[in-house]
T-cell receptor, first 113, second 118 residues
Framework: GAGVSQTPSNKVTEKGKYVELRCDPISGHTALYWYRQSLGQGPEFLIYFQGTGAADDSGLPNDRFFAVRPEGSVSTLKIQRTERGDSAVYLC???????????FGPGTRLTVT | AQTVTQSQPEMSVQEAETVTLSCTYDTSESDYYLFWYKQPPSRQMILVIRQEAYKQQNATENRFSVNFQKAAKSFSLKISDSQLGDAAMYFCAYRSEGSQGGSEKLVFGKGTKLTVNP
C-alpha cells in the first residue's frame, strides 16, 4: 500500500514569508507526528496528533509554528514569518496508534533565503 | 527528559566486513523501546530493528543485530556482511513504553554516517 507522502519535496521561500507543508499519512493511521531535522542533527519532535486533535505540541519552537489535521487524515504544518533558522527537513510520520511503529515520509526540505 | 547519544559521527567498513555502531541513552523509566533507523540520501527514515527493554534477548533482523545492555544504558547495532546498500546515516532512537498516556514521540541521537568501501 501507499506510504506516507509529503508535499512539496523542496520549498524555497524568502525570509518573512508564510509556508505550508503537507503530510498524507498511511490510510487508517490515527497517530501523526511532525519532526524537524536540522543539518547534521537527528530529527526533533514538533507535534503529535491523535485523530483530529493536537495531543502534544510541546515541541513547537514558538507561536510562528502551527499545525492542523481537520479531518483526522491529512495534516498541514504552517510556519508564519519564516526565519533563516527555520531551514531544515520537516519529516512527517504516522502510526496505527501511538504505541505502534512510526512510518516516515520522505520529508520536505525547507530553505529560507 | 530522555536523551540519546551517538558518539561516532562517522564510521567506515569494508564490504562484507562487520561494523558496530554505538548508542547510549539516559532515562529514569524502566520500560521503553529502542530503535535503530536508517536514513539514506533519499531522506526516508527506515526502521532497521527494535528492542523492547523488558526483553533480555537481543533483537536480530537478518544481518542486523543489537547488543542491549540495560544496566549500562547501551544499545549498539552490529551490521554483519556489510553491503554497499548499507551506506547511510543511522539513528538510534528512544520511545517511552506508553503506560503514562503521552505522545510516545521518538527521541533521536545525532546519527552516525556509515560509509561502505568496495
Amino acid at each position: 500500500g501507499a506510504g506516507v507522502s509529503q508535499t512539496p519535496s523542496n520549498k524555497v521561500t524568502e525570509k518573512g514569508k508564510y509556508v505550508e507543508l503537507r503530510c498524507d499519512p498511511i490510510s487508517g493511521h490515527t497517530a501523526l507526528y511532525w519532526y524537524r531535522q536540522s543539518l547534521g542533527q537527528g530529527p526533533e519532535f514538533l507535534i503529535y496528533f491523535q485523530g483530529t486533535g493536537a495531543a502534544d505540541d510541546s515541541g513547537l519552537p514558538n507561536d510562528r509554528f502551527f499545525a492542523v489535521r481537520p479531518e483526522g487524515s491529512v495534516s498541514t504544518l504552517k510556519i508564519q514569518r519564516t526565519e533563516r533558522g527555520d531551514s531544515a527537513v520537516y519529516l512527517c510520520a504516522s502510526s496505527l496508534n501511538r504505541l505502534y511503529e512510526q512510518y516516515f515520509g520522505p520529508g520536505t526540505r525547507l530553505t529560507v533565503t | 527528559a530522555q536523551t540519546v547519544t551517538q558518539s561516532q559521527p562517522e564510521m567506515s567498513v569494508q564490504e562484507a566486513e562487520t561494523v558496530t555502531l554505538s548508542c547510549t541513552y539516559d532515562t529514569s523509566e524502566s520500560d521503553y523501546y529502542l530503535f535503530w533507523y536508517k536514513q539514506p540520501p533519499s531522506r526516508q527514515m527506515i526502521l532497521v530493528i527494535r528492542q523492547e527493554a523488558y526483553k533480555q534477548q537481543n533483537a536480530t533482523e537478518n544481518r542486523f543485530s543489537v547488543n542491549f545492555q540495560k544496566a549500562a544504558k547501551s544499545f549498539s547495532l552490529k551490521i554483519s556482511d556489510s553491503q554497499l546498500g548499507d551506506a547511510a546515516m543511522y539513528f538510534c532512537a528512544y520511545r517511552s513504553e506508553g503506560s503514562q498516556g503521552g505522545s510516545e514521540k521518538l527521541v533521536f541521537g545525532k546519527g552516525t554516517k556509515l560509509t561502505v568501501n568496495p
